[in-house]
């Protein structure tokens, strides 16, 4: 039966955890999917047939995530999946869509240098986050960088890109510690004793899930001051501050795409309708506003389509634009990576975000930084 004749759904993955130490923030992204569905289907579907979503949950075990896509493709029939915070998921999913032909949707920032025709990633490559925070930081505190981060492959590559930058542009990596991902608080106190002998102007976070509320509590009993010595992150959303308390976050940078706080009207309906299903003391955050954006992208593109084959929604897809929250964003045709904003966030007493960077335009994906020196001309 053709897809005109027919109102049954299109059947979508969904895979984020809402249980262990990722529950954090890919409730969040979970939220933002089924934010969007519900939003499109209160519009009739797509050409007349809702979107339903067959919904997993990985329980924070990369490898769960592997095994539900699997389940997923083989016995929900599904092709299209949004999921995955962690690069070991993405990872671990990365196998199953390649050899079965899915679509998976990844809605968070991560360390680039990678491709599959498999993927559409819709969070920050380091080219959109990594190069404009160093920048900053150096200007604004100083040269001398402590890494923190979880340990696995995100924190790690992105801090081989990030120590590059540093080291070129005349900074230095006085520390770089990675702690297991589920970290309890203890594990943070010989770490911050190591922090303050090593005397660092800025702290860098690539720390993820629940051990970020322990590295800012940590930080915040040791007596640091964000006004000298910030902690500086990638991976710390309105999320994450709010767990942790907005009085221990506030003055700490994050490098972002989006936050709550950026303000254009695109954005006020966007977190006027969040609150409405969330509730008022909910906030939104690059993570969850990538996975709600993402859903209006495919839904556009099946408009077209009217088939969910990958190859035919992969084919359409590149070059979409969209009004996303953050602003006009597109996909890149060449890598299908999405160009994004870039922007740099100060956390106030609210758990909100202060700009203290935007760029006058979206950013164009540069995954393998083609584009970059690695130096940011301070040598
Ligand atoms: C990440 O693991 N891509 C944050």
């Not at 109102?7 to 979970?30: D, K």
């Not at 089924?34 to 047939?49: K, S, Y």
């Not at 505190?141 to 890494?147: A, K, P, Q, S």
């Not at 760029?359 to 130096?375: C, E, F, Q, T």
């Amino acid at each position: 039966m053709s897809s005109g004749q027919t109102s049954e759904p299109w059947r979508v993955g969904v895979l984020f955890s809402q249980s262990g130490f990722m529950a954090v923030i890919e409730e969040t992204q979970l939220r933002g999917t089924l934010t969007a569905i519900d939003e499109i289907n209160a519009n009739g579907g797509v050409n007349g047939r809702p979107l339903e979503p067959v919904i997993y949950d990985p329980g924070s075990e990369a490898r769960a995530f592997g095994r539900y896509a699997r389940k997923l493709m083989i016995e929900d029939g599904v092709s299209t999946m949004f999921g995955c915070y962690t690069s070991s998921s993405r990872r671990a999913v990365l196998p199953v869509v390649e050899r079965l032909n899915g679509l998976l949707w990844y809605p968070t920032l991560y360390e680039g240098f990678e491709f599959s025709p498999n993927v559409i990633y819709t969070g920050a490559a380091p080219n959109q986050n990594s190069v404009e925070l160093c920048r900053l930081l150096m200007e604004a505190y100083g040269r001398r960088f402590f890494f923190i981060g979880s340990d696995y492959v995100y924190p790690r590559e992105s801090n081989r890109i990030m120590g590059e930058l540093v080291r070129n542009s005349g900074g230095e990596v006085v520390g770089e510690r990675y702690l297991r991902l589920n970290a309890d608080r203890s594990e943070f106190q010989p770490l911050m004793r190591e922090v303050k002998a090593a005397q660092p102007d800025v702290i860098f976070s690539t720390v993820v899930g629940d051990s970020t509320v322990f590295l800012y509590q940590t930080y915040h009993d040791f007596g640091f001051n964000p006004k000298v010595v910030p902690i500086a992150s990638l991976t710390t959303t309105e999320a994450e501050i709010q767990a942790m308390g907005f009085d221990v976050g506030e003055g700490h940078l994050t490098g972002a795409p989006y936050f709550q706080g950026i303000g254009n009207d695109r954005n006020s309906s966007f977190v006027e309708l969040y609150k409405k299903r969330y509730g008022d003391d909910q906030s939104t955050n690059m993570c969850l506003e990538a996975a709600y954006f993402q859903v209006h992208i495919f839904a556009k593109t099946l408009e077209q389509t009217n088939s969910i084959d990958t190859e035919i929604m992969r084919t359409s897809v590149m070059g979409s634009e969209f009004d996303a929250p953050q602003g006009n964003i597109a996909v890149n045709p060449v890598c299908g990576h999405t160009d994004l904003w870039t922007r740099v966030g100060r956390a106030n007493r609210q758990g909100q975000f202060d700009l203290v960077y935007e760029s006058s335009s979206r950013v164009k994906a540069d995954p393998y930084l083609i584009g970059y020196s690695r130096n940011l001309a301070y040598a």
